[in-house]
């Protein structure tokens, strides 16, 4: 428990439980709102959009806070608050007092995340830190397993009061991830000072400046429409309404999900670590082409719906081991010296875009008993995702920044002498092709 190992274990473990917190509820919570509730699809598509804009207005002070204040203190808050607001999103029951609930998780939950990055940092060898992000992952979705499956059998959609064991459930995972975090995280502080660089000369308008900044946000906005915008709202609303497939088996196949991106995600980095982070992204969102017909097939061929989506919640699982660990270690290659958490919280800021704009478009167009339209929109995305990554990936190839014509080689600047604390990973594998080298971090 005293070795820096004992304190990572305990902190991915605590983020272990939190997820499966939260995963129990998430699943059904359009669900719950629409159908439990009886609010309907538009009040539950504003609570991921609610939610979504808490995430989007906390995360320029998530990327401050996650260069300059004491992680443990931040996360232990937000985790805390994490638990409050699904307590209280248990009992609200009118539209606006459910989307300021929702508002307040998001903001909630974009305060946590770079804290604990930067924890996790703090507590791993920089040549580890590319099996500890991978292991951060793979935790994450392990507990977001336990979590669907424990609250597919809890789930009851008669009553809002029938939901309740299934939030207080979550509640209480909250509290002890955010225990586990406190404990993990103590003398965190006093490491993250010694590394810090630069970042508070460096502001947003520095980082926008960048071009290839600015293909990172498009490609991170896109693939988040393609996929994780429509995870937790659009497709758990397409297969219960659409098909015959009942909520159980939707909790099953989230948790089969999970299972294999926990399974997956180690082979998949070794099998890729020579690959450029962009490439991966385009081969994510291609793959995620495939999902979506495999989705879409119960409104052909009746009597395997269950099946369908199995398969397809599944076949999503490849796609993101390629894109969940990519993101972070990407934007801090191409950060600014001093600045990777800004650019890290300008990142998340375009992934909640995508969140919020993600279920408003699947309500309108599943409210309108389309959904052979909700899935050629889900196509679309994955298409223009993958076409934005290798715009992207020949800016880099060219070290084009696009703000002063300078050329940059961003696998060795990623690197260099100013790189901050928050999200400096593994990078300088994902970023250099087959047979060159990188120096240390």
């Known amino acids: ?54 995430s989007i207005a906390a995360a320029p002070a998530a990327g401050w806070l996650a260069d300059r204040a004491n992680p443990t203190v931040v996360a232990v808050a937000a985790r805390i608050g994490l638990a409050l607001f699904t307590l209280l999103l248990a009992f609200v029951a009118t539209p606006v007092s459910i989307w300021l609930v929702a508002a307040g998780f998001g903001a909630a939950l974009a305060l946590s995340q770079p804290a604990v990055q930067v924890i996790l940092l703090a507590r791993t060898p920089v040549e580890r830190r590319r099996d500890i992000f991978a292991w951060q992952f793979i935790a994450i979705n392990l507990g977001a397993a336990g979590g669907a499956a424990i609250g597919g059998l809890l789930v009851d959609l008669s009553s809002q009061a029938a939901m309740r064991p299934v939030y207080l459930v979550a509640v209480v995972a909250e509290l002890l991830g955010a225990l586990m975090v406190g404990v993990a995280g103590r003398g965190a502080h006093a490491t993250v000072l010694a590394t810090q660089g630069t970042g508070e000369t460096v ?124 993101l972070s270690p990407l934007a801090a ?37 389309l959904p052979v339209g909700f899935i050629a929109m889900q196509v679309l995305f994955c298409v223009a995702s993958a076409m934005t990554a290798m715009r992207l990936r020949g800016l880099m190839a060219r070290g084009d920044t696009g703000s002063t014509g300078a050329k940059t080689d961003y696998a060795v600047d990623a690197f260099g002498d100013g790189a901050s604390a928050v999200g400096l990973t593994f990078a300088d594998e994902l970023l250099t092709p087959a047979g060159s080298s990188t120096p240390s971090a």
């Not at 304190?7 to 059904?28: D, E, K, N, Y």
């Not at 998340?348 to 993600?358: L, N």
Request: aromatic share 8%; proline share 5%; glycine share 14%.
């Open 203 to 326: 502001g947003y308008r520095t980082i926008m400046g960048l071009r290839p900044v600015r293909w990172l946000l498009g490609v991170a906005l896109l693939i988040t429409l393609a996929c994780y915008a429509q995870y937790d709202a659009g497709l758990p609303a397409y297969v219960l309404d659409a098909t015959s497939v009942k909520p159980a088996v939707l909790g099953g196949a989230v948790a089969i999900n999970a299972i294999l991106v926990a399974a997956l995600t180690g082979p998949v980095v070794a099998y890729t670590r020579r690959r450029s982070g962009p490439s991966l992204l385009a081969m994510c969102a291609l793959l995620w082409v495939g999902c979506w017909i495999v989705f879409g097939l119960p409104l052909l061929f009746s009597g395997f719906d269950s099946g369908f989506v199995i398969i397809g919640f599944a076949l999503l699982s490849l796609g993101e081991t390629m894109m969940a660990p990519i």
């Open 1 to 54: 428990m005293r070795t820096a190992f004992g304190r990572t274990l305990v902190l991915l473990s605590g983020g272990a439980l939190a997820t499966a917190g939260w995963g129990a509820v998430f699943p059904f919570l359009f669900a719950d709102i629409s159908n439990a509730r009886g609010l309907g699809a538009g009040v539950a598509a504003g609570t991921f959009t609610a939610l979504a804009l808490g």
């Open 333 to 369: 290659a191409l950060a600014p010296v001093g600045a990777a958490g800004r650019t890290m919280a300008a990142v998340t800021g375009a992934t909640t875009v995508a969140t919020a704009i993600g279920p408003i478009l699947s309500s309108v167009l599943l409210g309108l008993h």
